[in-house]
Each structure stands twice: as C-alpha cells, then as structure tokens.
C-alpha cells in the first residue's frame, strides 16, 4: 500500500507562485511513477505533470514553463513548484502513484491518491 497526503494549497494572486508538497509512505517509493492532477469544479480530473523514478518530467500543455515537478526520495516527497499562475489555475489538485512505467497522464492507471488540496488563483 502506498498512502498520499498533499499539502501547501491556497489562495494567491494572479502571477504569483505556489508549492506543493506531497507525502508518501511505501516501501518502493522510489520506483513508482508520480503524477500531479487537477479538477476544477464541473469539470473532469485532467492531467497536470508527472515524474519517472528515472527522473524524467512530463506536463500538460497547458502548465508547461509555469509548473515544474520533482521529487525527493530520501524525503518520500513530490512536490509542484507553480509560478505565473493564472485564474484557470484554480482547482483541487492531487497527487497519485503508479508503479513501473507507462500511461502517466492516465487517472484510470493510478491506483493511489492522496486527498487533495485546494489551490485558488484570484484575477
């Protein structure tokens, strides 16, 4: 089993900056695959980023040179740096983890998520 908790939401300011954080517990922390998801309201969960055990990063479009993900193994932690952040930012964002590789921007494919935290971007 492998158990999420994110942190670090909140509400800021057209343009300015955020980081998440993300806990996790397991014992093969290190090779899963984690990913960043975002759900605004009436709208479906999307993909936002992800990061290989490798160290490989992937993202969305959309948040592309504003968003940036990594991770801290010794830590157990992921985390989302997010700068120039904009109104269409604002959602609930999750953190989730697969093993191996493959499918990252997939939610169908992620068998654990933390709880969520509540990120608001005011115009």
């Known amino acids: 089993q492998v158990q999420l908790v994110e942190s670090g939401g909140g509400l800021v300011q057209a343009g300015g900056s955020l980081r998440l954080s993300c806990a996790a517990s397991?014992?093969?922390?290190?090779?899963?695959?984690m990913g960043w998801f975002r759900q605004a309201p009436g709208k479906e969960r999307e993909f936002v980023a992800a990061?290989?055990?490798?160290?490989?990063?992937y993202y969305a479009d959309s948040v592309k040179g504003r968003l940036t993900i990594s991770r801290d193994n010794a830590k157990n932690t992921v985390y989302l740096q997010m700068n120039s952040l904009k109104p269409e930012d604002t959602a609930v964002y999750y953190c989730?983890?697969?093993?191996?590789?493959?499918?990252?921007?997939?939610?169908?494919?992620?068998?654990?998520w933390g709880q969520g935290t509540q990120v608001t971007v005011s115009s």
């Open positions: 990061i290989y055990w490798s160290g490989s990063t």
């Open positions: 989730a983890a697969k093993i191996l590789t493959g499918s990252y921007y997939d939610k169908t494919k992620y068998p654990y």
């Open positions: 397991g014992r093969t922390f290190s090779n899963y695959i």
